[in-house]
C-alpha cells in the first residue's frame, strides 16, 4: 500500500514538474489588450570596426517605448522595453524562435514572453508584440554588449540616445519597424516604420507571395566600397529589375529548374525609406504540374537584381562574372548545393526544405506544403527575408 502510494505521488510529482517545465519554455503569450497595435521591430545596423569609428556607439540596442526620464534626462522605467536587442538575422521566420535561450534578441519582440497578436485574418501574428495604440515615444539606445538588464546598468550607461520619436499607431495595424542608417557619409540613423497591408488584401492560399525593398543608406551604391568577389556581387544599384528562377532540389547533389519558370520578370525594386508598401508578386504553391499537390519534395527559389537595360541569358548582355560591380547580384533561398545555389552571391535557407514555401506537418500529413507571404529586402549589400504564414489544421497522430 505504501509503495503504491509513494508511485501515485511520485509519478503527480514528475506529471506537475513537466508541466511547470513546459510553461516555463513557453515563448508566447496570447490575450488581448485594450485597443491594440501590433509592432515587430528589427536593429539593421550593422558596422565593421575600424579605426575611424573605433570610438563610436556599437548597434546593440534597447528599444523604449514611452520610457519615464529623471531630472537628468535619464530613462528610469518605461511602459514597454526591448532589450538586447542584436543585429538581425538574415530569415525572419513566420513564428517565435523557441528554441532560442539566449537573451539576446534578433528582433523585437523575438522570444521575449509579451502578448503576441493574434491570428488576423487567418495569418499567423505571434511574431508580432501588441501594443497599446495611439501617439507612442519611441527612444533606442546604445548599451554595453552584456547580459546586465538596461536600467541595472549604471546611468552613465543610459544615456547613449540613437533615436527618439514620436510614432502614432493606429487600432489594429500591423507595422514593421527597422533601425536603419539613413545616410551612408553621414551615419545618421533612423526609424522606417511600414504599416503593412496583407491582413487587408485578398491573397490565394495557393500562391506564394513576395514584394521587395531596398533600405540601403543614402549614398551607399556611390560611396561604399566594392564587394565584389569572383563573379559575385553583393552590391547592386538603385535601381534593378528582378527575376525569378525556381527550382527542385531531388538529391543533396542535384537539382533542376522547373520549366517555365525560369529567370521569370517579377517587378522592380527601387532603393527608398518611404513608409510605403510595395506590390506583391506570386509563383504558384505547386509550380511543378507532376507534383503530388501536398508535399512534391524539396524546392528553392533563386532572385536576380539587374540594373535596367540588361536580361541574363541573352546573347546581348554579357554573363554576370563580365557585369561592371553593381549591375548584378543573385539571392538564392532554401536548401543549396554546388548547382543549386551555388553560383549565387547571397543566400538564405528560410525553410529548411523548401525556402519561401513552409513545410508542417498537418492533418494525416508530415510535412505538407504550405503557402506563405514575404518579403525581401535589400540593406548595405546583404538581402534580408521575412515569412508570413497562415492557419493551418494542426496534425492527427
Given at each position: ?38 509592432i515587430r521591430v528589427f536593429n539593421c545596423l550593422e558596422r565593421d570596426v ?348
Amino acid at each position: 500500500m505504501t509503495t503504491n502510494l509513494f508511485h501515485r505521488i511520485t509519478g503527480f510529482t514528475l506529471l506537475a514538474l513537466l508541466v511547470l517545465a513546459g510553461a516555463g519554455c513557453r515563448k508566447t503569450e496570447f490575450g488581448n489588450i485594450d485597443s491594440p497595435a501590433f509592432i515587430r521591430v528589427f536593429n539593421c545596423l550593422e558596422r565593421d570596426v575600424t579605426l575611424d569609428n573605433k570610438d563610436a556607439p556599437q548597434p546593440f540596442l534597447t528599444m523604449l517605448i514611452d520610457p519615464v526620464m529623471d531630472k537628468d534626462g535619464i530613462p528610469g522605467s518605461a511602459d514597454i522595453t526591448g532589450d538586447f536587442l542584436d543585429t538581425r538575422d538574415s530569415w525572419a521566420r513566420p513564428y517565435p524562435d523557441a528554441g532560442n535561450t539566449s537573451i539576446y534578441q534578433k528582433e523585437y519582440p523575438g522570444s521575449a514572453k509579451v502578448r503576441a497578436a493574434p491570428f488576423l485574418n487567418g495569418y499567423d501574428l505571434s511574431s508580432w508584440a501588441q501594443v497599446t495604440s495611439g501617439k507612442r515615444r519611441i527612444m533606442f539606445f546604445a548599451r554595453p554588449l552584456n547580459e546586465t538588464p538596461f536600467f541595472s546598468l549604471d546611468k552613465n550607461l543610459r544615456r547613449t540616445v540613437l533615436l527618439d520619436t514620436t510614432v502614432d499607431l493606429q487600432f489594429n495595424e500591423v507595422y514593421t519597424m527597422h533601425v536603419l542608417e539613413k545616410n551612408y557619409t553621414t551615419r545618421k540613423t533612423g526609424l522606417y516604420v511600414r504599416n503593412e497591408t496583407f491582413v487587408r488584401q485578398s491573397l490565394s492560399d495557393s500562391l506564394v507571395y513576395v514584394n521587395f525593398y531596398n533600405l540601403s543608406s543614402e549614398g551607399f551604391f556611390a560611396n561604399s566600397p566594392d564587394t565584389k568577389s569572383s563573379s559575385r556581387s553583393f552590391k547592386i544599384t538603385d535601381t534593378t529589375n528582378v527575376f525569378y528562377t525556381l527550382h527542385m532540389i531531388p538529391t543533396t547533389n542535384t537539382f533542376r529548374d522547373i520549366p517555365g519558370f525560369i529567370q521569370q520578370p517579377m517587378g522592380s525594386m527601387i532603393r527608398s525609406h518611404e513608409n510605403k508598401v510595395t506590390p506583391y508578386y506570386s509563383f504558384p504553391l505547386f509550380a511543378d504540374t507532376s507534383s503530388n499537390k501536398i508535399y512534391p519534395g524539396n524546392t528553392a527559389q533563386t532572385f536576380e537584381f539587374l540594373k535596367p537595360g540588361y536580361t541574363m541569358g541573352t546573347s546581348a548582355n554579357p554573363s554576370s562574372s563580365q557585369l561592371p560591380v553593381g549591375y548584378y547580384a543573385g539571392l538564392h533561398i532554401g536548401p543549396y548545393n554546388n548547382g543549386a545555389g551555388g553560383r549565387h552571391s547571397m543566400r538564405v535557407i528560410a525553410d529548411i526544405r523548401s525556402g519561401l514555401i513552409v513545410t508542417e506537418r498537418s492533418g494525416i500529413y508530415n510535412p505538407r506544403y504550405f503557402a506563405t507571404v514575404n518579403t525581401i529586402e535589400y540593406i548595405n549589400d546583404r538581402c534580408f527575408v521575412t515569412t508570413i504564414q497562415r492557419k493551418f489544421d494542426p496534425p492527427i497522430y
